[in-house]
Protein backbone atom coordinates (compact mmCIF):
# COMPACT_ATOMS: atom_id res chain seq x y z
CA UNK A 1 0.00 0.00 0.00
CA UNK A 2 1.46 3.61 -1.12
CA UNK A 3 1.40 6.37 0.95
CA UNK A 4 1.36 9.76 -1.18
CA UNK A 5 3.03 13.17 0.05
CA UNK A 6 2.86 16.41 -1.83
CA UNK A 7 5.02 18.96 -1.40
CA UNK A 8 6.30 22.03 -2.65
CA UNK A 9 2.98 24.28 -3.14
CA UNK A 10 3.44 28.19 -1.51
CA UNK A 11 3.01 31.65 -2.28
CA UNK A 12 4.03 33.30 -5.43
CA UNK A 13 3.36 35.85 -7.66
CA UNK A 14 1.51 35.78 -11.09
CA UNK A 15 3.94 34.96 -13.66
CA UNK A 16 5.89 33.18 -11.13
CA UNK A 17 6.87 29.27 -11.04
CA UNK A 18 6.58 26.39 -8.67
CA UNK A 19 7.58 22.89 -8.54
CA UNK A 20 4.90 20.62 -6.61
CA UNK A 21 6.59 17.11 -5.70
CA UNK A 22 4.61 13.81 -5.03
CA UNK A 23 6.37 10.98 -3.18
CA UNK A 24 5.75 7.94 -2.11
CA UNK A 25 6.23 5.80 1.11
CA UNK A 26 5.59 2.45 1.38
CA UNK A 27 4.75 0.47 -2.24
CA UNK A 28 6.06 2.10 -5.28
CA UNK A 29 3.94 3.61 -7.79
CA UNK A 30 6.41 3.00 -10.94
CA UNK A 31 3.85 0.51 -12.28
CA UNK A 32 1.31 2.95 -12.76
CA UNK A 33 -0.26 6.03 -14.29
CA UNK A 34 -0.41 8.88 -11.75
CA UNK A 35 -2.68 12.67 -12.19
CA UNK A 36 -2.61 16.14 -10.59
CA UNK A 37 -5.53 17.61 -9.75
CA UNK A 38 -7.44 20.68 -7.95
CA UNK A 39 -10.93 21.47 -6.74
CA UNK A 40 -12.92 22.71 -8.72
CA UNK A 41 -16.94 24.30 -9.02
CA UNK A 42 -19.36 21.68 -9.89
CA UNK A 43 -17.12 18.38 -9.02
CA UNK A 44 -14.85 17.43 -5.67
CA UNK A 45 -11.32 17.57 -7.90
CA UNK A 46 -10.52 18.25 -11.56
CA UNK A 47 -7.84 16.96 -13.87
CA UNK A 48 -4.65 18.87 -14.33
CA UNK A 49 -1.90 16.76 -15.73
CA UNK A 50 -0.95 13.27 -15.97
CA UNK A 51 1.65 10.58 -16.96
CA UNK A 52 1.70 7.19 -17.55
CA UNK A 53 3.87 4.59 -15.94
CA UNK A 54 6.81 4.85 -18.36
CA UNK A 55 6.62 8.83 -18.29
CA UNK A 56 5.57 8.32 -22.08
CA UNK A 57 2.29 9.23 -22.04
CA UNK A 58 1.37 13.13 -21.02
CA UNK A 59 -1.72 14.09 -20.89
CA UNK A 60 -2.73 18.21 -19.48
CA UNK A 61 -6.28 20.46 -18.73
CA UNK A 62 -6.44 23.05 -21.70
CA UNK A 63 -6.19 25.76 -19.14
CA UNK A 64 -2.69 24.56 -18.42
CA UNK A 65 -0.96 23.30 -21.28
CA UNK A 66 2.34 25.06 -22.14
CA UNK A 67 2.71 26.30 -18.96
CA UNK A 68 2.59 23.06 -16.39
CA UNK A 69 4.42 20.24 -17.00
CA UNK A 70 4.20 16.74 -15.32
CA UNK A 71 7.26 14.55 -14.93
CA UNK A 72 8.34 11.38 -13.29
CA UNK A 73 11.44 10.20 -11.48
CA UNK A 74 11.21 6.56 -10.98
CA UNK A 75 14.47 5.68 -9.20
CA UNK A 76 12.73 8.52 -6.34
CA UNK A 77 9.64 7.25 -6.46
CA UNK A 78 8.35 10.62 -6.84
CA UNK A 79 5.88 12.79 -9.43
CA UNK A 80 6.76 16.49 -10.04
CA UNK A 81 4.38 19.65 -11.08
CA UNK A 82 6.56 22.18 -12.99
CA UNK A 83 4.05 25.18 -12.98
CA UNK A 84 5.11 28.06 -14.83
CA UNK A 85 3.78 31.41 -16.02
CA UNK A 86 1.10 31.00 -12.91
CA UNK A 87 -2.13 32.69 -12.75
CA UNK A 88 -4.47 33.48 -9.66
CA UNK A 89 -6.96 31.27 -11.27
CA UNK A 90 -4.20 28.70 -10.40
CA UNK A 91 -4.98 28.99 -6.89
CA UNK A 92 -6.02 25.65 -5.01
CA UNK A 93 -5.14 22.94 -2.78
CA UNK A 94 -3.52 20.73 -5.67
CA UNK A 95 -3.76 16.52 -4.79
CA UNK A 96 -1.94 13.49 -6.35
CA UNK A 97 -3.40 10.81 -6.90
CA UNK A 98 -2.33 6.94 -8.23
CA UNK A 99 -5.21 4.88 -10.47
CA UNK A 100 -3.92 1.25 -9.60
CA UNK A 101 -5.65 0.06 -13.04
CA UNK A 102 -4.40 1.67 -15.44
CA UNK A 103 -0.17 1.99 -16.76
CA UNK A 104 -0.73 3.01 -20.36
CA UNK A 105 -3.50 5.08 -20.50
CA UNK A 106 -4.81 8.31 -18.20
CA UNK A 107 -7.60 8.82 -16.96
CA UNK A 108 -9.34 12.74 -16.61
CA UNK A 109 -11.94 11.62 -14.23
CA UNK A 110 -11.36 11.53 -10.79
CA UNK A 111 -13.43 8.57 -9.85
CA UNK A 112 -10.76 6.86 -11.84
CA UNK A 113 -7.92 6.89 -9.35
CA UNK A 114 -7.71 4.94 -5.71
CA UNK A 115 -5.68 6.86 -3.50
CA UNK A 116 -4.44 10.62 -2.79
CA UNK A 117 -2.30 12.62 -1.09
CA UNK A 118 -3.46 15.32 1.45
CA UNK A 119 -2.96 18.19 -1.00
CA UNK A 120 -0.49 21.12 -0.90
CA UNK A 121 -1.68 24.92 -1.29
CA UNK A 122 -0.57 26.75 -4.28
CA UNK A 123 -1.50 30.61 -3.72
CA UNK A 124 -1.13 33.00 -6.88
CA UNK A 125 -1.35 36.44 -5.80
CA UNK A 126 -1.37 39.44 -8.77
Given at each position: ??????????????GGS????????????????MGWF?????????????????????????????????????????????????????????????????????????????????????????
Amino acid sequence: QVQLLESGGGLVLAGGSLRLTCAASGRTFSRNTMGWFRPAPGKEREFVAGISASGGGKKYADSVKGRFTIDRDHAKNTVYLQMNSLKPEDTAVYYCAVDYQRALGISTEESEYDRWGQGTQVTVSS
